[in-house]
């Protein structure tokens, strides 16, 4: 009889502080601020004749270094219908909002391809960028991938990956 397991990573490095800010309209958004993210990921499958799923260490070790890529940095929206990006030739960008006008460092800002610095978003794109093609996880066994971004305790969103 297959057994069905749900494996969970929500270590205390799986963190990361950054800010960003939610755009709600043409007209409105928030202040800039920032929070101190965690992330969540659960993998599903069957549990092989060795009593494992799949090792999570490769996996628990990727996701640590990509929040230390997303950790003290500052998200904007590539995609957002209401903020327009320009950056010059060091990468520094001055983004355009309803009028006012935001500066920000290359060395401060993180571009993600999304249409609004969400949990939502942030789960998206941290989900793919955790499953690629899907191709390693399905070899490993793995049939389901949650991933879940909370802004803080008590608030966060989820992203999920079914194999195919
Ligand atoms: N669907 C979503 N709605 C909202 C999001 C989001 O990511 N998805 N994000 C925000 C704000 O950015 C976020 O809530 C601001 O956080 P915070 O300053 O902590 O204020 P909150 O009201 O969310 O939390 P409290 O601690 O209860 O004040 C808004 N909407």
Redesign the pocket.
């Known amino acids: 009889m297959p057994r069905t397991t749900t494996l969970e990573l929500y270590k205390e490095e799986m963190k990361f502080s950054a800010g960003h800010f939610?755009i709600f309209s043409a007209t409105h958004r928030?202040n800039l601020?920032g929070?101190n993210f965690t992330v969540y990921v659960a993998l599903t499958g069957e549990v092989a004749d060795n009593g494992m799923l799949s090792d999570y260490g490769p996996l628990k070790q990727t996701i640590i270094a990509r929040c230390r890529t997303w950790n003290e940095t500052f998200f904007l929206p590539e995609h957002s219908p209401h903020l327009k990006l320009e950056r010059d030739a060091k990468g520094n960008v001055l983004a355009r909002f309803n009028g006012e006008e935001l500066r920000f460092l290359a060395r401060d800002i993180t571009v993600l391809p999304v249409e609004n610095v969400?949990?939502?978003e942030l789960a998206r794109v941290f989900g793919e960028e955790l499953v690629g093609d899907g191709t390693a996880l399905r070899k490993d066994g793995v049939t389901r991938l949650v991933v879940k971004c909370a802004?803080?305790p008590g608030?966060s969103?989820s992203w999920e990956w079914v194999a195919p």
């Open positions: 939610t928030e601020h929070h969400t949990l939502e802004s803080g608030q969103s």
